[in-house]
């Protein structure tokens, strides 16, 4: 087998990371004996397709490719609403019915937990579905660029693939290629108003964009945050430099466009860096900061503070969290990776004390005024590296020491000094979030290594039409 070569293949299963995998489907004999055993990972392809793969990588056991031409359609295939599906980094299963897209994710989760972490005697629960297919996003980031990229069906009737200037998400696996687009079906109504207005008032006014080798030009990113709970809006401009004239008219225009804004913010990104942040920033109208609800909680949500997604699904997860650690309101707790403290405010009245640890000084900066909103004084934040022992930090303060912990780390996991502090600690409980259920099995082998036994675990789907899937899990020591 060679890369560039076509075969064709029938999907046979769907795995984790939006992959289907099949085998070769060939009469020749020879074929078949060479090639028959070997797996072809496919992407956007479900079991039941049979498709014309040209082969990418090929490894000794199995090899990756890309689907040319979709021979037999599964019938678990849907037309996808989205006119820029296939193209857009945005979604990866919208053309998969959704019952079908929570039930993989099911299956992904199980042999997960069973064949790779070997675990066999604990509660599965069935996942939790969305209870938004479409519009459940409270945040979107669309970029600029100057080399607008064309699909292939359009680029063969232009005079070049990149031309003119776009605003939308990134092609897949391309930072630098950017699909110009008028609508997107994952924030709202009024996301794509705005997003249409945007590039209509800059592009009609042949305002430069940005170019990082250059490293020149104005616009970057238009980030949209939008609260589920309250009427609150967010429009931040993410720009190279400061242009206070031209903001002041794109502020007149949007605000005529779209009087729901309840805020508009101009952040200033000096470096090379492609990211939607800012190094400072400008509140060109409103407070700078919109206001939303988890449970009974509200939170303060600034243009570069971290929430929840999906804020509608963020309160089934936490209430997930919270009756797997089965609160008495007696316990001392730990929120491990607390970011702008909402899962430790959350729980704050259903124990003792809780602690909420977390190495990003801005998020704890937003963790104390989420407090103070609150009127929380059962809760503590503290800056801390969980890649580094946080044990002398917790003896400096006198901190007691947990009767249960409540993790939330980032896909990468824990780092191995966390779970050594963890195991330190002896904690009755521990309460395990994450997005990436395989590096949650790994870290939970090291838990339950060390007397620790995995007692259930719950599914919530956070992002339909992805392969994304936050799991709870439950460890107790007895």
């Known amino acids: 087998m060679q890369r560039g070569e076509i075969y064709t293949v029938l999907i046979e299963k769907f795995v984790f990371e939006g992959n289907g995998i099949g085998t070769i489907q060939t009469d020749d004999p020879v074929l078949q004996e060479a090639e028959g055993g070997r797996k072809i990972f496919v992407p956007f392809a479900y079991p039941g397709d049979l498709v014309k793969v040209e082969i990418q990588k090929v490894k000794k056991n199995y090899a990756e490719g890309i689907t040319k031409e979709l021979l037999t359609a599964s019938q678990s295939r849907v037309s996808p609403r989205c006119k820029y599906y296939t193209h857009c980094g945005g979604c990866k299963q919208q053309d998969l019915s959704y019952p079908l897209q929570t039930a993989f994710k099911q299956q992904q989760v199980a042999d997960i937990f069973y064949r790779m972490g070997g675990f066999t005697d604990f509660e599965f629960h069935d996942i939790l579905p969305s209870g938004r297919v479409f519009f459940y996003r409270n945040k979107m980031e669309f970029s600029f660029s100057n080399m607008k990229w064309l699909p292939p069906e359009e680029f063969l009737l232009a005079d070049k693939q990149k031309s003119g200037a776009a605003l939308g998400l990134h092609v897949p696996g391309a930072y630098n290629k950017i699909i110009h687009m008028d609508e997107c079906f994952l924030q709202s109504e009024e996301s794509n108003v705005i997003l249409r207005k945007t590039a209509e008032f800059f592009f009609s006014r042949g305002t430069s964009i940005y170019n990082n080798k250059a490293h020149e030009g104005y616009l970057r990113n238009l980030v949209i945050k ?166 002398p930090a917790l003896e400096e303060a006198g901190i007691p020491k947990p009767d249960i912990i409540i993790a939330d780390p980032p896909r990468s996991g824990m780092h191995e000094n966390t779970v050594k502090d963890i195991l330190a600690l002896s904690p009755k409980k521990i309460v395990y979030i994450s997005c990436n259920p395989t590096t949650q099995v790994r870290d939970i082998k090291g838990f339950v290594d060390n007397g620790y036994t995995l007692k259930e675990i719950q599914p919530v789907d956070m992002f339909p039409h992805t392969f994304h899937i936050e799991n709870v899990a439950l460890l107790t020591r007895e």
């Open 226 to 391: 939008q609260a589920s709970h309250t009427p609150d809006l967010m429009v931040n401009l993410v720009t190279f430099t400061r242009d206070e004239q031209l903001m002041n008219e794109y502020k007149e225009f949007i605000l005529k466009e779209m009087p729901k804004i309840t805020t508009i913010v101009n952040n200033i990104n000096e470096r090379k860096a492609m990211v939607a942040t800012g190094d400072y920033e400008f509140t060109d109208y409103g407070s700078g900061y919109i206001y939303d609800k988890i449970g009974e909680c509200t939170f303060r949500i600034s243009a570069n503070s971290f929430f929840q997604t999906n804020t509608f699904q963020a309160e089934y997860l936490y209430e997930v969290a919270r009756k797997f650690a089965g609160f008495t309101g007696d316990e001392i707790v730990y929120d491990l990776y607390c970011g702008a403290g909402t899962i430790t405010l959350y729980n704050a009245k259903s124990v003792k004390q809780i602690y909420g640890f977390e190495v990003t000084p801005s998020a704890i900066e937003d963790a104390l005024v989420n407090k103070a909103l609150n009127n929380i004084d059962n809760a503590e934040f503290f800056t801390a590296d969980l890649y580094k022992t946080f044990l």
